[in-house]
């Protein structure tokens, strides 16, 4: 990685480098110093360029984890709750409900990949389309067979 602080001290010696070069009055030393000058501007231009690359490469980080932040915001309007059968939902916050967002469940196993599945409600259970989470509520009654007589 290359550090900012030493970039800016490279291009102030080859500043320094040019000025006292323009006072040289022998042509060999003003070629080595010519040379010498482009040699820095060509490792400038490359550490440049690397630094560039590493800007973007954060840049995309930084992006992608706001993106992350914003969509997790989502799931801040909802709580753990337990079935009466001990089982997990996560469920909308009473201030949060509305007419037009009326109370629901969603997963909690989805809720860990990111993804906001809201649970189906039966009548014994609450059931996940997506991962096929399962939280009972209560239990199904035993079938009862009758034989005619
Ligand atoms: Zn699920």
């Known amino acids: 990685m290359v550090e900012v602080g030493a970039l800016v001290s490279s291009i102030k010696a080859t500043v320094e480098l040019a000025k006292s070069a323009k006072d040289v ?30 800007n973007h490469t954060l840049f995309e980080e930084v992006k992608q984890l706001k993106e992350k932040i914003e969509k997790d915001k989502r799931f801040d309007q909802y709580q753990l709750e337990k079935t009466a059968l001990g089982g997990y939902v996560l469920t909308l916050c009473d201030s949060n409900s509305s007419e037009n967002h009326p109370k629901h469940s969603i997963c909690p196993s989805c809720r860990e ?4 599945s809201i649970l189906e409600e039966g009548t014994y259970s609450f059931n996940c389309q997506v991962c096929k989470y399962t939280a009972k509520i209560r239990q ?3 079938i009862r067979v009758s034989y005619p007589r």
């Open 140 to 142: 199904v009654p035993p």
């Open 25 to 54: 009055n022998d042509q060999a030393k003003l070629n080595a110093a010519v040379s010498d000058i482009m040699e820095k501007l060509v490792a400038m231009q490359s550490e440049l360029f690397a630094k560039q690359q590493e």
């Open 113 to 116: 990949d990111g993804r906001l």
